[in-house]
């Protein structure tokens, strides 16, 4: 690094030549971390999908079993959300997801009903794909209302 001198007064300073070199070493450093940022967001929309999923999914059930009414989960794939509702037009969660995400009903249907006592009214699974590179099954079991997810 130069220090400039003047005549007379004694002015110590950087260069412009300096300064740029500094901002642009600052610069392509932070890019490094921004592109690692983003590639971390990238492992995480499954997972965070899955647990807000898992999550209303325990809401719906437990909503059924302490009112005694039966809980519908509607899944729309094509534009992304799902909603839970209880009774005609009670919409009581609406959740957008990840554009993504696609969800293939397969044998559920797009309606997954939780009855008043907890258990599910239907069995089947339901296809989760994540930009074609990750693939789940999601799979509902009669009897308690258990459900787990599965890396296809």
């Known amino acids: 690094m130069h220090r400039k001198r003047r005549k007379g007064n004694a002015q110590l300073g950087f260069t412009f030549v300096e300064s740029l070199l500094v901002l642009s070493v600052v610069s392509v450093i932070l890019s490094f971390t921004i592109l690692k940022i ?5 492992k995480h929309v499954t997972k965070n ?12 059930q437990q909503l059924a079993m302490s009112t005694k009414r039966s809980v519908t989960i509607t899944f729309s794939p094509s ?14 969660l609406r959740r957008n997801y990840h554009e993504d995400i696609l969800i ?6 797009p309606l997954l009903v939780f009855q008043s006592h907890g258990s ?5 699974t339901m296809g989760v794909s994540y930009k074609d590179l990750e693939n789940y099954r999601l799979v ?13």
């Open 140 to 152: 509902f079991q009669l009897g308690k209302g258990r459900f787990y997810v599965e890396a296809v």
């Open 79 to 92: 534009n992304h959300y799902y909603r839970i509702t209880q009774g005609p037009g009670n919409e009581l």
């Open 49 to 60: 999908f899955f647990s807000e999923l898992y999550n209303d999914l325990l809401f719906a």
């Open 120 to 124: 599910i009214q239907k069995a089947g």
């Open 104 to 109: 293939d009903p397969r044998t559920m249907g």
């Open 38 to 42: 983003a590639a971390i967001e990238e």
